[in-house]
């Protein structure tokens, strides 16, 4: 049975969290990304989304080769996180709460759901457990109206059963559907803050 590390979970979240990745900024975390997929087995693709909508890095592809045959399956988190998030310094604390340093956000969405793909992955290769082919999506440029999934060439993908590891609430808790995107204006007084 596969047993996820909580060390290396944490060792991950605070490697990607200290990165700074604001929307057009993820050049960092796909590197770092693309070296851990690199680790798992992987090989990974950069697609053209950073020139297509100015920033410096693409969306992610990565595809690990089954070790039993059936239909892939696809874990996908965004790279990106909102501003302000250059020079973040995460900071575990004695409780397990994981924080910035008050000058910056943290960047858990969605450096949680990269770090939890990377050791689930990490986990069922280190058991030997079977699985079948795995690809994965990191796109750049979701928290700015997922531009970046937006110039993804979705023909790429083989799955047809996805996982998007990017959605608050309890453990355990899924969305099967959502509304899509809707956009609205407010203006709101206070102090500069993640919406
Ligand atoms: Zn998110």
Redesign the pocket.
């Known amino acids: 049975m596969p047993t996820i590390s909580q060390e290396r979970l944490t060792q991950d979240f605070l490697e990607l969290t200290a990165v700074s990745s604001e929307s057009l900024d993820e050049r960092k975390a796909a590197d770092l990304l693309t070296q851990k997929l690199h680790e798992l087995g992987f090989s990974v693709v950069e697609d053209k989304a950073g020139e297509k909508l100015g920033g410096n890095a693409g969306n992610l592809y990565g595809f690990l080769k089954g070790t039993i045959p059936g239909e892939p399956l696809l874990f996908s988190a965004?790279m990106d996180t909102v501003k302000p998030g250059r020079n973040k310094k995460p900071i575990l604390h004695e409780d397990g709460i994981f924080t910035s340093d008050g000058t910056t956000v943290l960047g858990a969405?969605?450096s949680a759901g990269l770090a939890e793909i990377l050791e689930g992955i990490r986990s069922v290769r280190e058991s030997g457990q079977p699985h079948r082919d795995i690809e994965i999506l990191f796109p750049v440029a979701?928290?700015i109206y997922i531009q970046g999934s937006g110039v993804f060439d979705f023909n790429r993908i083989r799955a047809k059963e996805a996982y998007v590891l990017?959605m608050s609430g309890e453990v355990g808790s899924a969305a099967v559907r959502a509304p899509s995107l809707i956009l609205f204006r407010v203006t709101v007084n206070g102090r500069a803050s993640h919406s």
């Open positions: 965004h969405d969605d979701e928290e990017d």
